[in-house]
């Protein structure tokens, strides 16, 4: 009796899910074209026009005010909840070290010699294109700081600023700060004090050395060469005129390499591909490229020497030349009246002799000092 009840009761509840799901079906039916009418793609004009479309480019930033207020101390907060642990990327290349970057009214100093002398004796911290990582900031009466890959200097944790005193004095001094090999810094600086900006603002100053928009690495390369460089970089094509880093980021590191000197030059080829594909021989003299030379699959060769791009020379370059034409007008300073000689009083610089000469003369002896017998005169008087 109670097991026949069951069975009723169960197949019930199974027409009322069969006949619910039905209706459903029915009215998904029904309502399938308004649907898709509802969601046709937009046109490319609406899309273009819509606000979504445009939120990846946002406004460029108004420029600080001259007459901005100091900072204040909400907003001093808030730039450094924006901005320290981000990741960005460089614009330019940071030397490692207590020698960091200076940025102020868009120009970055050191630059020229002053940084290329920098960069070779500790190193980049970061070159232009990587990842930089801003680890702290810090806003002080005239400027702003930014450590990138931990800064200059390791920062101490909470707990080694503590010192237990027992019953035979403080204990242990804690070590002083160790230097970070790694981390870098940039100072932005301004004529009386910080003023009040925005998050937008600020990232609109630190452009010429931190990227802020780009993605991922290459994008944020691309951004710093000229038009005709990252066309080609970006079609895997390799000019003449190009430094090793474009070379690189346009065809990747070569599988093979070789050291070569043609009378007295010494250059670098790099090889890429291998036959029966096209093999691409690029030579390198110094950073440039001096000769692309391509073998085709049929046994074409094409030799490309003129130069296709021109890359600016850098600051250091420049500072280069200026020092080399200031070499080449120096004249020869003057001898002072009272420099010191070796000659004795009276006496005249073309009796010195020279040095560069084979036979020196025979000095004069001087008359009014006495002259010693010789060991002949000496003999012959005994």
Known sequence: MLRSRFRKARSTALLAFLLAFAASAVHAQSEEPGLRKSTSRPSASSSASSPAA?????????????????????????LIRDFEMLLVYARTAFPMGQKGLLLKDGVVTPNGEELRQALALWGPAVK????????????????????????????KKWYQHIQVAGANGPGPTPDEPQANP????????????????????????????LDFKAHNKEQAYLDTVPPKAKEAIQAHRVLVGMNQEMVLHAM??????????????????????????????????????????????????????????????SDADKDKDKDKDKEAKKEPEE???NAPSLRRPGEDSS???????????????????PQSPSPGGILSAL
């Open 182 to 209: 790694h981390g870098s810094y940039v100072d932005v600086y301004f004529d009386k004090y910080v003023p009040e900006m925005t998050t937008p603002q600020l990232r609109a100053l630190l452009l010429p050395v």
């Open 351 to 369: 009796e010195v002799p020279n040095p560069e000469n084979t036979s020196s003369p025979t000095p004069t002896p001087r008359r009014d000092l």
């Open 54 to 78: 445009n939120a990846d480019i946002p406004p460029p930033a108004p420029p600080i005010s001259p007459n901005a207020p100091r900072i204040a101390k909400q907003t001093r907060y808030q």
């Open 335 to 337: 001898r002072p009246a």
């Open 252 to 313: 990747g590191k070569p599988p093979r390499k070789l050291r070569e000197r043609d009378g007295e030059t010494e250059y670098e080829e790099w090889i890429y591909g291998e036959p029966p594909a096209d093999v691409d021989f690029v030579r390198i003299v110094g950073d440039e490229v001096v000769r692309v030379e391509t073998m085709k699959m049929g046994g074409t060769k094409i030799v490309r020497t003129e130069k296709e791009i021109v890359v600016e020379p």
């Open 128 to 155: 232009p294109g990587d990842p930089a990582h801003i680890s702290f900031v810090q806003i002080k009466d005239d400027h702003i700081h930014f450590e990138i890959n931990g800064g200059p200097v390791r920062r």
